[in-house]
């Protein structure tokens, strides 16, 4: 398995307060994403990074940012939380961000409730 | 980005070969053809890619006609570990590959 580590993996918090997601991986890939997966939508795109310090927005990006300031770390952060945004959140990553001839290596998830 | 359909749900029996078939009629020239498996409470996991004919890896094998319009993911022998959410995605929008919602295969004793 791909080595990615989400962090934390179960998180409770209050609307209204900022929350970072840490994802974390030692395959030294260009690429990493981050997912939301939510019941009868399927895993949406939030935002995706293509290098150190290069992102940009996926489908569901309002409510969300990232940073990478190293290879190996993308960071998710919900600036206020909102109920809407409890999911279980997914980071993967990938060699060459080939579209459709890529594969995608995802984490073990991150499940975030929002009170 | 070529629009897929597959089957909501599927159920089988242990030992069987399961097939799952998915539907992309306006798949484009250079798209190609992945299928992922999701167990319950992980993420989304790679299992075979294809762009013509047939590809078969120690998991699974695909099957992609000439036209491309179709492609079916054939578990051999399954057992009740391949109960998972199988994902068939097929070309990309803005080179960002998209989930649909799954085919739910339950494999039963």
């Known amino acids: 398995d791909a080595g990615i580590t989400q962090s934390p993996r179960h998180k409770v918090t209050e609307t209204g307060t900022p929350v970072t997601l840490r994802c974390h991986q030692t395959?030294?890939?260009?690429?990493m994403y981050w997912y939301r997966q939510d019941p009868g939508h399927g895993l949406r795109l939030i935002h995706y990074s293509y290098g150190v310090k290069d992102t940009d927005k996926g489908e569901v990006s309002d409510g969300y940012s990232v940073s990478r300031s190293k290879t190996e770390d993308f960071l998710l952060t919900l600036e206020s939380a909102t109920s809407s945004q409890t999911s279980v959140y997914f980071c993967a990553i990938s060699e060459s961000g080939r579209g459709s001839q890529e594969t995608q290596y995802f984490g073990p998830g991150t499940r975030l409730l929002v009170l | 980005l070529a629009k897929t359909t597959q089957p909501i749900s599927m159920d089988s029996y242990e030992g069987q070969e399961v097939n799952i078939t998915c539907s992309h009629n306006?798949?484009?020239?250079?798209?190609?053809i992945t299928w992922y498996q999701q167990f319950p409470s992980q993420g989304p996991r790679f299992i075979i890619q294809?762009?013509?004919t047939k590809v078969t890896n120690e998991v699974a094998s695909l099957f992609i006609p000439a036209d491309r319009k179709s492609s079916t993911l054939s578990l051999p022998r399954v057992s009740l570990s391949d109960t998972a959410v199988y994902y068939c995605l097929v070309g990309a929008r803005d080179d960002k590959i998209i989930f649909g919602k799954g085919t739910r295969l339950h494999i039963l004793p």
């Open positions: 395959e030294n890939h260009r690429y």
């Open positions: 306006n798949i484009a020239t250079n798209d190609y």
């Open positions: 294809g762009y013509k």
